[in-house]
């Protein structure tokens, strides 16, 4: 067994997942929810939409809108980093295969991304973790509240306040 995605330990042999190690932050979601924040890792995290990385705002584009014949075609020649994108497509093939809703076949997941995002912005994870804020200097939360301060102006003048 090795460790995977997530605290979870899998059969190498069967593929079947054997443990979870914890449940840190287990909850009921939507089939929505493991694409803001579980898929780094593989490729597939629908990320915001102000993001200034252009590889990474052009896998948002994808997994909105589908990884079909074009689209594999102009992804052979993306470069390799910071998207691995044989395992972003790979990944789309097999949940595929078995049936997996993508975002693209989620109803609104555009409007429920925007949405997602927009309350991470008003109230960042990090700035309760104890822990984070341990490591991190006070310019560094000013920055990030910064940063969270002009997601929510950009989120607020597209959605006309």
Not at 9 to 29: K, P, Q, V, Y
Not at 53 to 81: C, H, K, M, T, W
Not at 111 to 117: K, L
Request: proline share 6%; hydrophobic share 40%; aromatic share 14%.
């Amino acid at each position: 067994m090795s460790p995977d995605l997530h605290n979870i330990l899998f059969d190498e042999d069967t593929n079947r997942i054997t443990a979870l190690l914890d449940f840190d932050f287990g909850h009921i979601g939507s089939q929505a929810d493991e694409y803001f924040y579980s898929f780094a890792a593989i490729n597939s995290l629908l990320v915001p939409p102000f993001e200034d990385d252009a590889e990474v705002g052009a896998l948002r584009a994808y997994l909105l809108r589908g990884f079909d014949g074009i689209a594999r075609q102009e992804i052979a020649n993306r470069p390799s980093e910071p998207i691995n994108w044989k395992i972003a497509t790979m990944l789309d093939e097999e949940f595929t295969r078995a049936g997996v809703q993508r975002p693209q076949d989620i109803l609104e997941i555009e409007d429920i991304s925007s949405i997602y995002w927009f309350m991470q912005n008003i109230s960042p994870p990090e700035f309760f973790l104890k822990r984070y804020r341990a490591r991190v200097s006070p310019e560094r939360l000013r920055s990030r509240r910064d940063e969270a301060e002009r997601c929510l102006k950009r989120y607020l003048d597209g959605w006309g306040f």
